[in-house]
């Protein structure tokens, strides 16, 4: 199975810093990495798929890097709103074979106010 | 508007099984595939399977596999999720995700882009 680590594991800052999230994989996966947004009691939210796609109606101050096995998720500029936790997602073998798993997740960041 | 709508909160006791539901609206049903997702208190996601409402056809995580069962009807746009033999391991925010796709360089990218609101499953004696 790929798996995914993600740091820092939890992150405090300020509104209006810059932030940056890494995810690791376990082997090469080319852009087949997605992150998510996820609030308390709320089901997660794409923020970014294929690597650096930023989803449709999302800000963007919110930006994803890498290929291979190095990603980063970037919000140039935090906000009220965007305390919460992250989590990338590899999608190596989704299409066409679904290889189980076909997904797996990070195991999140957790972002806080400072 | 895109909608996944998912059945409400169950209480089962350990050994039993649960089955949730999950209606889809807004979009083509037999187009796109349906994952589930579950989340136990307090930790990450853990992919649980794939369901293609076209075929039926199912993938499901190997610690899984023998205890689920994804099924779905056409007519009302509805895909479920059967777990049985159930442990208190089990408890958790159960979420169903429609899988998106976008050709990017040749190669097809897939993802998560619309999610049901959850459903709560507490396994409890």
């Known amino acids: 199975d790929i798996q995914l680590t993600q740091s820092p594991p939890s992150l405090s800052a300020s509104v209006g810093d810059r932030v940056t999230i890494t995810c690791r994989a376990s082997q090469s996966i080319g852009t087949s990495l997605n992150w998510y947004q996820q609030k308390p009691g709320r089901a997660p939210k794409l923020l970014i798929y294929?690597?650096?796609s930023l989803q449709s109606g999302v800000p963007s101050r919110f930006s994803g890097s890498g290929s291979g096995t190095d990603f980063t998720l970037t919000i140039s500029s935090l906000q009220p709103e965007d305390f919460a936790t992250y989590y990338c997602q590899q999608s190596y073998n989704a299409p066409p074979t679904y290889s189980t798993p076909p997904y797996t997740f990070g195991q999140g960041t957790k972002l806080e106010i400072k | 508007q895109v909608q996944l709508v998912q059945s409400g909160a169950e209480v089962k006791k350990p050994g039993a099984s649960v089955m949730l539901s999950c209606k889809a609206s807004?979009?083509?049903?037999?187009?796109?595939?349906i994952h589930w997702v579950r989340q136990a208190p307090g930790q990450g996601l853990e992919w649980m399977g794939i369901?293609?409402?076209?075929?039926?056809?199912?993938t499901y995580a190997k610690k899984l596999q023998g205890r689920l069962t994804m099924t779905g009807d056409r007519s009302t746009t509805t895909v479920y999720m059967e777990l049985s033999s159930l442990t208190y391991e089990d408890t958790a925010v159960y979420y169903c995700?429609?899988?998106?796709?976008?050709?990017?360089?040749?190669?097809?990218?897939?993802?998560?882009?619309?999610w049901g609101q959850g459903t709560v499953v507490a396994v409890s004696s």
């Open positions: 294929a690597a650096s």
């Open positions: 995700a429609r899988e998106g796709a976008i050709a990017v360089a040749g190669n097809i990218r897939t993802y998560f882009d619309y």
């Open positions: 807004g979009y083509t049903f037999t187009g796109y595939y």
């Open positions: 369901f293609n409402p076209s075929g039926g056809k199912t």
